[in-house]
C-alpha cells in the first residue's frame, strides 16, 4: 500500500531487475530497519554489494544514471533537459503532493489502523479524515483526466517515471475502491495502458491480508 514502493518496483521490473522483496511494517521501528535508513521511510533499495539507497526519488535517479541511460527509447527519463524537468515535476506531483493530499491519509485510515496496535496509533478511522481525502480525489482525478487527453503519455512522448508515479498511486486507490472510473473515461483509458504492461503484474497479483480489492482491481479490460 505504499505508493513510492510501488513506483520503485515498477522502475526497476522496467528496467529489466530482478529484486527479492522485503515487506516492513514501518511503524515497528525495528532496529535494523533503522539501521538502513534512519528515517524509517519506504522504500529503501540494497544493491548486490549491500550500499543503501533510501527514497523514491534518490533510488529511480540513481537507476536512471545508471541504467536508464543506456535504454534509449526506453529511459523513462527523457534526453532534452526541460522534458526532464517535467517528468520529474510530474513525479514529485504524484509521490507528494497526490501522496499528501489523497494517498495517504486514505491507506492510514483504512488500512493502517487496521494493522497498527492501538498503543501506536490504531483504532477506528477518522471519518473526518476520510471525508477530506476523497474529496480531494476529483481534483486529482481531474488534473490526470487532462493530461491524459492532452499528450500521447503523462509528461510527452512516451512512457515516463511520471507515468509509474502516477499508476503507482492510483493502483492504491483504485484497490481500495476509492475512484469512480466512470467520471473518468479518458484517465482510464491511460489506466489500462498501464496495468497491461508486465511491469504492473505482480502489483496486480498481490492482497493485502484481511482486505480484498474492488473486483475489477486486476482486470485489465475493466
Known sequence: MS???RFVRLVLSEYGFQVDLVEEQTWEKRREFLS???AGTLPV???DNM???CGPVVISEFLDETHGVLKRDR???AEDPFQRAEIRRLT???LQKMEQDVTRPLVRERVHK?????GLGGGAPDSKVLRTARGNIRQHMKYLSWLSGSRPWLAGDRLSYADLAAAAAISVLDYLGEIDWAEYPVAKEWYQRI???PSFRPLLAERLRGLTPVSHYADLDF
Open 51 to 53: 550500499r543503501v539507497l
Open 75 to 77: 529511459r523513462l527519463l
Open 36 to 38: 538502513l535508513n534512519p
Open 3 to 5: 505508493t513510492a514502493s
Open 195 to 197: 496495468k497491461s504492461r
Open 92 to 94: 514529485e506531483w504524484f
Open 114 to 118: 487496521l494493522l497498527i496496535p492501538n
Open 45 to 47: 533499495y540494497v544493491d
